[in-house]
C-alpha cells in the first residue's frame, strides 16, 4: 500500500523560512520521482519542484527557482523554502510518479498541509 502524508505547513511572515517534509511508505516508491505541488484559491495547481528516484535529479517552477530546494533522504522528501512571498500561499501537496518531471502524471497524493505567508 502507497502512502504520502505531508507536515511543516504553517504561518510564516514575509522572508521567512519554512520546511516541508514528505514521508512515503510502499515499497514500490523506492525508484519513484517525488513531486512538490501547490493550489492556492481560485487557481490551477502548481508543480512547484520535483526529484528523480533514480539519480537525484531535480527540477524547478520558474516561480521557485533560487528559493526553494528539494531534497531526499530514504523516506523522506522535503521542501526547504526561503525568501517566502505572500504569493507561496496555497496547500501544498506531495505527490508520487513513476515518471520524472513537474508535468508528469503523478499515480499517488498525500493530503496537503496549508502554507500560509502573511504579516
Known amino acids: 500500500q502507497v502512502h504520502l502524508a505531508e507536515s511543516g505547513g504553517g504561518l510564516v511572515q514575509p522572508g521567512g523560512s519554512l520546511r516541508l517534509s514528505c514521508a512515503t511508505s510502499?515499497?514500490?516508491?523506492?525508484?519513484?520521482?517525488i513531486g512538490w505541488f501547490r493550489q492556492a484559491p481560485g487557481k490551477e495547481r502548481e508543480g512547484v519542484a520535483a526529484?528523480?528516484?533514480?539519480?537525484?535529479s531535480t527540477q524547478y517552477a520558474d516561480s521557485v527557482k533560487g528559493r526553494f530546494t528539494i531534497t531526499r533522504d530514504n523516506r523522506i522528501v522535503y521542501l526547504q523554502m526561503i525568501s517566502l512571498k505572500p504569493e507561496d500561499t496555497a496547500v501544498y501537496y506531495c505527490?508520487?510518479?513513476?515518471?520524472?518531471?513537474?508535468?508528469?502524471?503523478?499515480?499517488?497524493w498525500g493530503q496537503g498541509t496549508q502554507v500560509t505567508v502573511s504579516s
Open positions: 505527490a508520487a510518479s513513476d515518471d520524472y518531471g513537474i508535468g508528469s502524471h503523478y499515480d499517488y
Open positions: 510502499g515499497s514500490s516508491l523506492d525508484y519513484y520521482a
Open positions: 526529484i528523480s528516484g533514480s539519480d537525484g
